[in-house]
């Protein structure tokens, strides 16, 4: 993944607006500049788009939103640029956050009004970091039933999409102009496109094994749940383009991805009241204080497993998740009546988890968590008990090229880039520089606002002249 310096190159193929990537931040801003009167298209190196967006749980955070007046919900954005930057205890950009938030309901609002996007308001239970019921979700909180709906109303507006077109290269002009791409096709031809303005939506690195061990150590060997063609494209190309890069050590995690079968649970397995032991049936940490940063507390378990156990009134809220459904479907949750068969399912003394049900309960009962949890709203989990095997893992990274609330890439002086801009995965998002930071939604809420923006600005840079 290289710059090539070019001055005088012409193309046979040149459009305004060119995206790299057809996910929910590619699809978003095509939609977007397409609306506002730019020639756009989309490369995507896949067959048919299906990046890390397919592979999420297909909601996104929003305040203020016309459903969310609906159901009566009180949420103005100030609320969400608080749990954002609470999150990420201050370490991100708190300029863009409170942007990114103020926008959020028009993204919701548009995406809905004018795409027949099928979100509905997930209001039966609160993320870790959530004041307000923030989630907006498709049908089966699934991102590859979101993405279905993004592509059909890209190729509904009439924009093109380029499937099986990896980028490898970018043209540049000396002063950091990009003014076209090179895609590297499977019969070992290249083809050149042109541009006037460009918008990486192409995720971050976790597919680069380079790149996490140098930036993600801890990480390295943990499973990773995106897209392996993620290979940090963005980056490079940013970097030697003179872009700055952020966070780059920061990652969204999972706490709770089932073993072997490598599927998450839903999380209100946990924030409703499960928790998770390891091999020796003990609890080892604040299991709700985010699904992300739950991944390495995991890890470092013997075995860099453990178990999260909960009961049906966890679980009948999680099935309302396709990724849950799915572990159900796969025999990867196991039901038990009684303490000797949790021990049975995780390999441990009954006496431990006797122990550990006989505290847990105390704890919401009143007496106070060793590992700083508050159950508050929670029941006694009630038998039966559901049981799953679950490892930490790798979902997304958070670090990327650092950008301006239009999306635009920018040098470390804060001057930007003539005509690059980011969103999603590619740029800097908004959980500060390590896994604690990330609050649930916020890939796709990056993705879809900083798409829309970008989208915005790339179409009035070109047609301004």
Not at 63 to 74: H, M, R, S
Not at 255 to 281: M, R
Not at 346 to 363: K, N, P, S
């Amino acid at each position: 993944m290289t710059i090539i310096r070019e001055t005088n190159k012409e193309f046979e193929v040149s459009v305004q607006v060119l995206i790299i990537g057809a996910g929910a931040c590619g699809c978003t801003a095509a939609l977007a500049a397409h609306e506002a009167g730019a020639e756009v298209m989309i490369l995507e190196r896949d067959d048919s788009p299906r990046g890390n967006t397919s592979l999420s749980g297909g909601q996104i955070p929003a305040a203020g939103t016309k459903l969310q007046i609906a159901a009566g919900i009180d949420d103005p954005p100030e609320i969400l640029f608080e749990d954002l930057i609470n999150k990420a205890k201050g370490q991100n950009d708190a300029e863009l956050a409170r942007h990114i938030a103020e926008q959020s309901a028009r993204t919701i609002d548009w995406l809905m009004d004018s795409h027949d996007m099928p979100l509905s308001l997930v209001d039966d239970f609160l993320y870790p970091g959530h004041q307000r019921h923030h989630m907006h979700g498709s049908p089966s909180r699934f991102g590859a039933e979101l993405l279905t709906v993004f592509v059909d109303a890209v190729q509904k507006s009439g924009i093109d999409i380029a499937l099986r077109a990896p980028v490898q290269d970018l043209y540049a002009n000396e002063d950091g102009r990009v003014i076209g791409v090179r895609i590297a096709r499977s019969d070992g031809t290249f083809e050149d496109v042109g541009c006037d303005t460009l918008i990486l939506a192409c995720n971050g690195y976790g597919g680069s094994p380079e790149m996490m061990k140098k930036y993600i150590p801890e990480m390295v060997d943990a499973h990773y749940h995106g897209h392996a063609g993620n290979k940090g494209d963005a980056a490079l190309w940013g970097a030697e383009l003179g872009a700055e890069l952020m966070d780059m050590e920061s990652f969204q995690g999972h706490g709770a991805v089932t073993e072997p079968h490598k599927i998450h649970l839903g999380w209100p397995s946990i924030s409703e009241g499960g928790f998770q032991v390891n091999s020796e049936g003990a609890r080892f940490s604040n299991e709700n204080h985010g699904y992300s940063e739950q991944a390495l507390n995991v890890i470092r378990q013997p075995g860099h497993v453990a178990w999260t156990i909960f009961d049906d009134r966890c679980h009948d809220i999680a099935m309302q998740f396709h990724s849950h459904q799915e572990c159900q479907k796969e025999g990867a949750i196991k039901v038990a009546k009684n303490a000797a068969e949790i021990a049975a399912i995780v390999g441990c003394d009954e006496a431990a988890i006797a122990a550990t049900l006989r505290e847990t309960e105390e704890i919401v009962g009143g007496k106070e968590d060793p590992f700083g949890r508050d159950f508050k709203g929670n029941a006694v989990l009630a038998a039966p008990y559901r049981v799953a095997k679950v490892t930490g893992a790798l979902f997304h990274t958070q670090g990327g090229v650092a950008v301006d609330k239009s999306g635009r890439v920018l040098r470390a002086d804060g001057s930007s880039l003539p005509n690059l801009f980011a969103g999603g995965g590619a740029a800097r998002g908004l959980s500060g520089p390590s896994d604690w930071g990330y609050l649930s939604g916020s890939g796709l809420l990056m993705a879809t606002n900083l798409g829309r923006l970008a989208g915005e600005a790339a179409a009035a840079q070109v047609l301004a002249g």
